[in-house]
T-cell receptor, first 113, second 113 residues
Framework: KAGVTQTPRYLIKTRGQQVTLSCSPI?????VSWYQQTPGQGLQFLFE???????NKGNFPGRFSGRQFSNSRSEMNVSTLELGDSALYLC????????????FGPGTRLTVT | DQQVKQNSPSLSVQEGRISILNCDYT??????FLWYKKYPAEGPTFLIS?????DKNEDGRFTVFLNKSAKHLSLHIVPSQPGDSAVYFC????????????FGDGTTLTVKP
């Protein structure tokens, strides 16, 4: 099976702009989670979607939003970008049989200038 | 309050010896624990997991030990190989939020030939 894919891999945006990141999960996986990784920090949970419904949400401001489509593909949107949003954004999908185990994509490196 | 902590940012071992990576957690409700490995420019890769009903799980060269009373888990790699050099993340989940994992900050393992 193909792994989790994320597009784009790299992105440079200006403060105040908005950005949309895309994630395609492993075929058959219905759970998609998003994480933010900043230098020197571990992965911070953003949100999780399952069958188009947001099931869990982390402690991020409302500028961070997401959605999931009927084919399980997911998008994450960040509005009014701030310099501190510069990070690696990772998407992970989980098989329905074991939602704990997450399979990560390579990430989207977002730089806000 | 960081619920999952990896107190050693880095670890260096000789090829063929044992690598022991440690992880502590504060939330006694966590019931599933995982280890991930991450190479530069790639997303984390699931390595091994353990349920809170067990105290040991083994998969080839990798063994995870769980001490619930101490709220501590460890990953043993025997024998260590240069290809094991990577950042290792410990993660914990609740059964009510299986798609959401809480990660430690990671430990960089270097295995010297």
């Amino acid at each position: 099976k193909a792994g989790v894919t994320q597009t784009p891999r790299y992105l440079i945006k200006t403060r105040g702009q908005q950005v949309t990141l895309s994630c395609s999960p492993i075929s058959g996986h219905r759970s998609v989670s998003w994480y933010q990784q900043t230098p020197g920090q571990g992965l911070q949970f953003l949100f999780e979607y399952f069958s188009e419904t947001q099931r869990n949400k982390g402690n991020f401001p409302g500028r961070f939003s997401g959605r999931q489509f009927s084919n399980s593909r997911s998008e994450m949107n960040v509005s009014t970008l701030e310099l501190g949003d510069s990070a690696l954004y990772l998407c992970a999908s989980s098989p329905t049989g074991n939602l704990y185990e997450q399979y990560f994509g390579p990430g989207t490196r977002l730089t806000v200038t | 309050d960081q619920q999952v902590k990896q107190n050693s940012p880095s670890l260096s071992v000789q090829e063929g010896r044992i690598s022991i990576l440690n992880c502590d957690y504060t939330n006694s409700m966590f019931d599933y624990f995982l280890w991930y490995k991450k190479y530069p420019a790639e997303g984390p890769t699931f390595l091994i997991s353990i349920s809170s009903i067990k105290d040991k799980n083994e998969d080839g060269r990798f063994t995870v030990f769980l001490n619930k009373s101490a709220k501590h888990l460890s990953l043993h790699i025997v024998p260590s190989q240069p290809g094991d050099s990577a950042v290792y993340f410990c993660a914990a989940s609740l059964n009510t939020n299986a798609g959401k994992s809480t990660f430690g900050d990671g430990t960089t393992l270097t295995v010297k030939p």
